[in-house]
């Protein structure tokens, strides 16, 4: 029975990390500054192919072939902590060029733009490193199993991974709860006029938390990445489509509502896997999010109403 | 050869040909996740009319085959980019058959595709040398008056596995099965089970996921719960690979498995994790028989690498088919078709031949086995020959399934 | 004054006069359809047959075809963006459900292309109407979402619980199409035309499509200008507001997507006539998403729009992506030129969405408009 409830529990927070990992990022740009960024899938995307050209030396197909074998082989170590500090770089450049011109236009502009420069990316990487699928070839700390209470054997690497998301979590919901940025953040988007009046740069905290929502979408291509197979299209079947569901679900703005969704979604996902099967469980998940909006429009922790 | 001289001379899609050159069209997925294999396919596509029309490789030891085109008309090869999409695949090869006028075609990688293939090749009355796709709908349900299928079908690497199996892992095993939750999937597992129940084995359980899905972690976790001996994976691609990687993240690196169609576009991503799995290709080049080295060195003349099953499996079909052609003494579809149901031939994959049932091939099934990644930066090969298992060992009944849900239409004007 | 500017000043007034007919006649109601049977008349001929153009544009008939059903889509699409501001990322249901709906009654019963039509269209709205009732009372964004998921459960569901009914991952081929008007006539689909109207237009298939798209194209031509036209505009503006003004905003939303879901029913049960095949990825979120980037780029604000941008779109898709030409010098480097029709398709797409809403319409609006008052100015000063 033990064993049987440890399964069930790992499962479940297994497939939850993920979804919230994926959608983390997009969450924080939606929510704090109510920016549609499809293009978070890109970053996503970016990250993972970063992580394996920092962490190796890779054969690659597409353009670069000619230029194979491509990589700094620096490990598997540096590259989960490069990985993040460079899409925070990215973050901000994107910031900057992209998303501040957009932010006065409507959501659905915003959406369809992000929507453009995502497939623009993936077309790039495709054209560039091949369309096959890369794995990650893990050093022995980071793959393999565990086991617990000497039956059952859990896959290392998720065990990580469930740990980790927990601690960026925490550590988001420090920056919102305790730091002056994060407190300048929150209001500005309650109105971002007011904020600057008052003499805070809500610009600057605006890049700031666009730039933290990048760095997480690579972080989450560097941890959930190796657990699957890189390629290009990833970024909008992996990443895209269970982010929007979880961001949606859970209620925009509130990452509480995106870790809720996350676990939600995947305890449905789990539970009627295994009592039907794998297609059931996608269409479970889909039906998940229809009938959450259809009983509450705005997602669970969602506001009353959402103003475009 | 002067035969029905009334019939013959009847219109009948691209027939009579125009001018001097005849069309052969390929229809593969040249961009793409599965552009791995279809690259290669094309690649001996090309080789094949090159032989053809001027000779060299198999050709030469075709008496059928003259080395200067085939019944006097030059081979024009016409090419389509099916993206492994029906769509554009419907598109490209209506294009090749309007505008190219085709009275051939081979290639491709994707089963959806091949199907999609099948009612418009029956339509135009164009030959459809279906090659690679492993689904048994193919020459089952959805078998086509003008299809001939000369690759395995999955019940055909079924058997072989079932001949091999036991000899590899042991009497009296217990297997598990994971398998892409649709038809394909589906059928392959019924298929399996039966036959390696035949043989002793016993299946444990099954746990079927979603196709397009790559988080395996539920099929494991279902997989750990029976402690199998043998894994029966019917993936393939990117979802292959992941699940091969997540398995191994779970202790089971040592699990012997086996996955029924083993080619480059699920080789490539996997790597390392599918050293010594087992399962099934179309040829080896290592295998077959002594023409098999007299295609690998003229392919690797041309292109500077070994070829595999997708360059070897349209290769021949553009061959054994221009034999058919010269064998009737014309072009005329509908006798090229019937000339082909009874049609027997010996190139390197080993003997082969159709039958007028279901349009399937008897043919040997080669049982190959993973590679590790230093063999395979020695080789540029992914796979290494275990065993070729003969047509007559592998052939099934029209009685039996998918041969049996095969209602073949009759070739209609 | 003299006889030399007498003339001068009449011929000022006739040419000035000739641009003003012009404007008169474009804005006129039967311009669009006059237009849409016009272009219809010729496209075959000009992508397929045409002597120098179609050999340059390497087009073929079944593309051609293949353009204006899908066109028939994107019209069909546009009209829940453009008259409500609701952008659907799961249209693909409607497009799958009309095309599979068309596929088994052809299976199953008889495969009448008129009944086809119409019970692809009515299954399509059915859902339209269920769907409807849940999606619309969603935020933009979140209606955006949403319909994909909706879309998404209708792929799984034919993919494999229902794939006894659907065909699965193979979808339905060889679907059973009969002549039209249950045979009277004997008017098979595929039966040639007589003469020169073969050159035009090959087949009475072709002419069944062109008649739905002109009657598509008036029909939505009609809502744009008819009060309806002016309402949606209201709630596209601002929703708020429409509704505090006393317009029933629930129920022209509702409408706007019946007749959307209809309308693409509709083109999708023309695929199923005219590919003899429904297919699983008519279901899927990339089929959707193709549709609103054919729109988009097109131009959503106007009836043509879509059309181009189903025209352009199907071009890189299926011509251009097989171009194998390279560029001389870098050509070993970048490959053919033919890989790279998805990047530059999506590039223009984002590049229209952030700089010229109206698309490649508004693009060409733009350059007429400039050449125009160049001609103007030319015919001005003599």
Known sequence: ?308 | MAGCAGDQEQPLGNYPIDGDTVGYGFNGPLSGILAADGEQQRDGFELAIDHLNNGGGLVDHIDDLSGDGVLDYEVEGYTGDTEGDENVATDTLERMIDRDEIMFFTGGISSSVEVASIPIAADNHVVHGAVFSHTGEITGTDCGPYTFRSAMSARTSAEALAEVLPELFGEDQEFFQIYLDYAYGQSNRDHMQALMEDEGWTQVGTSAIAYGETDHETQINDLASEEPDVLVFTSMGDAMASGLSQLADRGFEDLDVVVPLLSAFSMEPAGEAAEGVVGTANWHPSGGTDWSDDFTEAFEDEYGYTPGQAAMEVYDACLHYSAAVEENGSFHPEEVAETLETFEWEYAMGEMGYRECDHQATRPAYVVEGVDEETYEDTGIWLDLVEEIPGSETEYSCDEEPASNCEMPARED | MSEESVTQVTDEKASIGLWERWDRIKTTERFPIVVAIGFVSLWSWFFARSPIISDVLRGYHSLATTILVWSIFAIGFNLLLHQTGYLSFGHAMFWGVGSYAAALLAIHVYGDPLLMLSVGTGVAVLLAAITGLIALRLHTVYFSIVTLAMAQILYYLSLSPLDGLTGGDDGLTGVPVEPLFFGVGNFYLQTPLPGVFHTLWQDYQYLLIAVVFVAVVAFVNRVRRSPYGLIFKAIRENERRAALVGVDVWRYKFAAYLMSGAITGLAGALLTIESQSSLLSSLYWLTSGEVVVMAILGGAGSVFGPVIGAGVFLYFDRVFDGIAWAPPLIGDITGPVGQYWLLILTALFTVVVAWSPQGIVGLLKQLAGTVRSKLEAATRDR
């Open chain 1, 1 to 308: 029975m033990i064993d049987w409830a440890i399964s069930f529990t790992y499962l479940v927070l297994s497939y939850a990390s993920v979804f919230i990992l994926v959608a983390i990022g997009f969450s924080i740009a939606f929510g704090s500054l109510r920016f549609v960024n499809l293009a978070h899938g890109a970053l996503y995307l970016i990250g993972a192919y970063l992580g394996l050209f920092v962490a190796f030396e890779m054969e690659v197909g597409g353009i670069a072939e000619a230029w194979s074998p491509i990589g700094l082989g620096w490990g598997f170590a540096a590259a989960l902590l490069l990985v993040p500090v460079a899409l925070f770089a990215i973050g901000i450049v994107m910031e900057r060029l992209i998303a501040k011109p957009m932010y006065d236009r409507s959501m659905l502009d915003q959406l369809l733009v992000t929507f453009g420069i995502l497939i623009v990316v993936q077309e790039l990487i495709a054209i560039l490193f091949g369309r096959r699928g890369y794995t990650y070839d893990r050093p022995g700390w980071a793959s393999g199993a565990i086991s617990v209470s000497g039956v059952t054997s859990l896959n290392r690497w998720r065990v990580y991974v469930i740990v980790l998301t927990v601690l960026t979590l925490l550590l988001l919901y420090a920056f919102y709860k305790f730091t002056d940025i994060g407190l300048a953040v929150r209001a500005g988007t309650e109105d971002d006029e007011m904020v600057e009046l008052l003499g805070i740069r809500v610009g600057r905290a605006f890049m700031l938390i666009f730039a933290i929502g990048a760095a997480y979408a690579g972080l989450g291509g560097i941890l959930a990445g190796p657990i699957f197979t890189v390629n290009p299209e990833i970024g909008i079947t992996e990443v895209l489509i269970p982010a929007l569901l979880v961001v949606i679900v859970g209620g925009v703005g509130s990452i509480t509502g995106t870790v809720v969704a996350g676990l939600l979604f995947g305890f449905v996902f789990v539970s009627v896997d295994a009592l039907l099967t794998g297609t059931w469980a996608r269409i479970g998940i889909f039906t998940l999010a229809v009938v959450v909006l259809t009983i509450k429009p705005t997602g669970l922790f969602g506001p009353e109403e959402i103003t475009t």
